[in-house]
């Protein structure tokens, strides 16, 4: 597949997060459109503008080749970074890990020079299927990228999908499925189904550095039960005479607004967060990601958003837990001095978006960064933002600032 175009969805939708992840070029939520295309027609798709070109002109597709030979070039050009460390000038050391959909991706990780995988989603188990996966199908993919791993963290969330991924005969269309039975509200409510993944990922965890993340936890309750089923199976597996790590890492995902608010009580009972911002910008700005009707409002720029990360990351480091950040905000580089002035000392990120991370990483230090950070947060509207950051990064590289 070279390339798609939806009439649906938004820039946070689960499309287009897979799309980015293998590196498909894709626009969604165009609208109607695909009355005005008729099969054998030249059409040229920007993924980088979000735009479709119907019958191009040959200026046009001279433009657009005389492009992609120049990105080219750059890719090469970033591909000598691969084996260099993601360090600031000033000696900080920043962990740059891959986001990751499907096993083979960990590959594409590990050629652009990744730390580890700080983000590997489940939900491909389930979607791929018509089937509920077993204990052996979750294991053989697990294994297959810790295997692909060596001595490099891999954190596995449990499974996010919603009820209308896992229907029945006895439940019911839900009307706002964002808001409803999905996430760890599902796997708590399925908990033989919860079991069975997190059997797979504690047998795993005993080929190397395994470690387990649930995933939209909104309240301390759903965090304890999470944790009280994971050592239910543990206890199981043990009794079974079982190899698994007893000491597997567990963490949790700050994708609401009530987790960043009660953040300082979270981090008492988890060994690390990991800021899931496409949901946590939903959240907290009542847009739905995947509206394109809406998609205008869906903004990592706005201030409650830089306000909320900014909490969580102070909260985390006064008890000296590790956090993450692994939403499509850290992927994007135009952010990267902002998260980095924040406290940010590790992002997950896609992996085509590795080696212009690492660059943008050694190119600044963090004392200017904690002071683009200070300046965008006295700022009040997420376009004020949005024009700041790229300026500043237009300072850094100005042949990245998009």
Known sequence: M?????????????????????????VVGLGPFLADVSGGEPVILDGNQGVVILQPDEETIARYRLEAEIARSVAAQLDTLRDLPAETIDGVRIGIHGNIEFPNEAEHCIARGCDGIGLYRTEFLYLTSPREPTEEDHFAAYSEVVRAMPNLPVVIRTLD??????????????????????????????????????????????????RVLFPLISTILELRQARMVLADVMEDLAEKRIDFNRNMKVGMMVETPAAAMMIDVFVKEVDFVSIGTNDLI?????VDRGNKDVADLYNASDPSVLRLIRRSLDA???????????????????????LLGLGLRQLS?????????????RSVSVAE??????????????????????????RVLPETAV
Do not use: W
């Open 316 to 338: 985390a480091a006064a008890v000296g837990v590790p956090a993450n950040l692994c939403g499509q905000m850290s992927g994007s580089v135009v952010y990267t001095q902002l």
């Open 161 to 210: 999908l919603g009820a209308d991924k896992l229907r029945t005969e006895t439940t019911s269309e839900e009307r706002n499925p964002c808001l409803g039975l999905r996430s760890i509200r599902l796997s708590l409510r399925h908990i033989p189904s919860f079991r069975t993944q997190l059997r797979a990922i504690l047998r795993v965890s005993a080929m190397g550095d395994v």
């Open 369 to 394: 960064c904690r002071l683009i950070a200070d300046r965008a947060l006295e700022m009040d509207s997420a376009r004020e933002v949005k024009n700041f950051l790229r300026d500043q990064l237009s």
């Open 282 to 286: 939903q959240y907290t700005l009542a």
């Open 2 to 26: 070279q390339g798609f175009a939806t009439e649906l969805g938004g820039p946070g939708s689960h499309t287009a997060i897979v799309a980015e992840g293998l590196e498909i070029p894709a």
């Open 349 to 361: 990120v896609p992996p085509s978006s590795i080696p212009e991370v690492k660059q943008v990483c």
